[in-house]
């Protein structure tokens, strides 16, 4: 497969202007029929030939201006259909003949359970028709679909319904038409038996729109969670970004059989039925906070992707990293903003700054690819997310707003660049960015090395900041970046007022305990002046950069800035800090033989934080959070991850909090119990999230634990302490105290599809010896299904992404058993296939397992038919 690069964009030849679809749905096959009016593009190379791109379609019939095309005119490929002499403005007719019963790749038509849907992003539309499948082809689509009523009475589209006709041979006939021109990839149509539950919202200029969320019949209690979530999103984006809806039609579809969580089609969202259904019984606290974000993220697309989109793949995270911003400001608005904070940054550092270190690394804005499936990757959200906020950060949030205003107005109906971006909000703030875009080209996590010196007689305090950034593929050395850094000065009595050298002093501002350094040189000084005691800084604040920070911090100060900063990420950070340092010290006493003693400051430390009433319980829970075992090999650097070592350290330090906390986790245990009925509250989710931290603890510590585990399990009337409670039997228990419960919830909640894969996942993240040989006797169940990627992501994927000590086991099953499931995978969804396969791409890390893990990856790469997808991972990870 060729390698695709940002630098060969063309503009497209022709132009859409308009797009006439009409599929005849059958059970055999489905014949579409595509009317293509064509004009020729005034910036394009002005030639009379136009390649169309199709994948396995069977062409029936061609036909311009309504006559069939002599076979000389154009040229079927492999891949697209070729067509020559072509007039400067002309009507395109295509008849394809497709099987979307067939189609296990779930791009394009297939078929999910009973029904048609489709998936279409990126590059899904031409396994429907030949077309110019790429995003700077904007068109306005009208679609008819005629199909068998009684098997498939809702039939959806983009757009309005304008048409419902019953037709001679007994089917019925829809008309949808979308009226905002759009790209290929937002198409969508859903055609089966499908009951849905409807509501209203009226925008701000006074514009009734219905709201419906369309899902099989048993699920039809579940949609109230989407429902209440979309009109809070809806609400929002008018308020915070000045953005309304558009039509007088938003349409949700729930299906089961889906490649990612959600799609943003116009008007006609398409989720994961894990990502929209929502019950007590089915769904953690988490996966209802997950539903919260995951409708708004695909409704704020409706401008930051639709109204306004990509021009080509490469600038994908112009729509995604600034829709994932807005998605994570309104779930810091409806919840507690410090929590998702850390929240997300725990996902970059453990996930995204993994990523950005291996074999796939790659920019924000990356410059070439083989398959662009491939690019749907942590680095374009959540890094380019974050480099939105820092955007935010650098400008202040009116400026920001004002670039934001003109970015969707000055671009409306427009496909367009990142740069476009930066430049709006350029010139809305006056501010130059130009150093600043080096966060979209350059891939690879910056590290800042700070270092302090303390004048006493001056009371000068000057911070030393030097910035570098590691080599990565086809980047060897890196230009510097502009980085703010968040800061404050902690003193005995609190956060310090800051003074910077050279700087005035500014009257008028209120809080001068904070300011944001810009750190756009190599190496730099900042001096803080007229500070009546050596101070801690504060760094980092508010995690106000995708950096990896060194300080070389005392314990006594990280828990100074734990217990008194004013910064809530700071809190947090410096309490992982902290036990960072802690499991390290017990894994260098595990590897010498000798008994862990975990410093009894770290001891004394989490006694305080349990008993400190101005930590919410959400806040709390997270500061007693461990660091996963995924970060803490990330952290090890390549080569020096010992998999076993740091399960054996974290579970020393856990045993050893549990056993010195043990009445205050009991404490706190019992009296966060919730007594009224199940609700997704801000207040419940923290009470319960906490409540699995303390009884995590209790029952790392010993028996107590494991006996009020059991007790939940037994009392719990929702899923989340359900499932807490299994996961602390299944991890600290005994084979005797999780055998039963594990099978009891099958029996009560077999039924439930999305319970079940929730089932599955626990079970692939049990420490014990049994893992690989538990997985594969799973892989038998009659409710894992390889076609069905909840499944396999339950299942497969949280084996080998949070299993760490069985998926490196030294006797390479684990790796083994993944490779397989690659191998079956690549013939029937490659887009599966090869996100699976990511954990074995970090080889460099894992100490005494490298070959092994390279040995799979070259098996892998001699495999008869290798799609792209999994082609790109393995060739590049064995460079
Ligand atoms: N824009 C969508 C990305 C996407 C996708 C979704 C579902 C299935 C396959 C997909 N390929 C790409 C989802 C989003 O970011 O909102
Ligand atoms: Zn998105």
Known sequence: PGTIHLKDYQPPGYLVNRTELHFLLGEEDTIVTSKLHLLRNTEGSSSGELELDGQDLELVEIRLDGEILEADRYELREASLLLRDLPEQCLLSCVTRIQPQLNTSLEGLYRSQTMFCTQCEAEGFRKITYYLDRPDVMSVFTVTIDADASRYPVLLSNGNLEETTLLPSGDTRVVWHDPFPKPSYLFALVAGQLEHVEDSFVTCSGRDVTLRIYVEEKDIDKCGHAMDSLQRSMRWDEERFGREYDLDIFNVVAVDDFNM?????????????????????????VGYQRVEAIVAHEYFHNWSGNRVTCRDWFQLSLKEGFTVFRDAEFSSDMGSRTVKRVEDVTLLRSAQFAEDAGPMAHPVRPESYIEINNFYT??????????????????GPDAFRAGSDLYFERHDGQAVTCEDFVLA???????DLSQFRNWYSQAGTPRLAVSESWDEDAGAYTLSVAQSCPPT???AEKKPFVIPLGIGLLGDAGNLRLQLEGEEPDPELEDNTHTVLMVDQQQQDFVFTGLPEKPVPSL??????????????SREDLCRLMSGDDDGFVRWDSAQTLAVGVIAEVQQQLASGGEPVVDPLFLQASIQLLQDPSLD???????LTLPSENYLAELAGEGAADVDAIHSARRAVQAAVGGHCAQALEQRYRELRVEEAYAASGAQIAARSLRA???TYLAAAGERGLELAQEQFSAADNITERLSALRVLSHFGKRADWEQPMEQFYKDWGHETLAVNQWLALQATMPDDAAVARVRHLMEHPDFDIRNPNKVRSLVGTFAGQNPVNFHRADGTGYRLLRQIVAELNAINPQIASRLLAPLTKWRYYSGRADLMRAELEQLAALDGLSPDVFEVVSKSLK
């Open 617 to 623: 319980p959400a806040m709390l829970a997270e500061m």
């Open 261 to 285: 969580g959600a799609m943003e089609n116009k008007s006609l969202n398409i989720f994961n039925t894990s990502c929209v259904l929502c019950d007590p019984d089915t769904t953690t606290d």
């Open 425 to 431: 909000m350029e010139e809305a703030s006056g501010k």
């Open 540 to 553: 980092l604040r508010g995690f106000s950069a995708p950096v990896r920070l060194d300080f070389d911090y």
């Open 473 to 475: 593929p086809g980047q």
């Open 378 to 395: 942590l680095t374009v959200y959540e890094k380019g997310a974050e480099v939105v906020r820092m955007i935010h950060t650098l400008l």
């Open 693 to 695: 931290t303390c009884l």
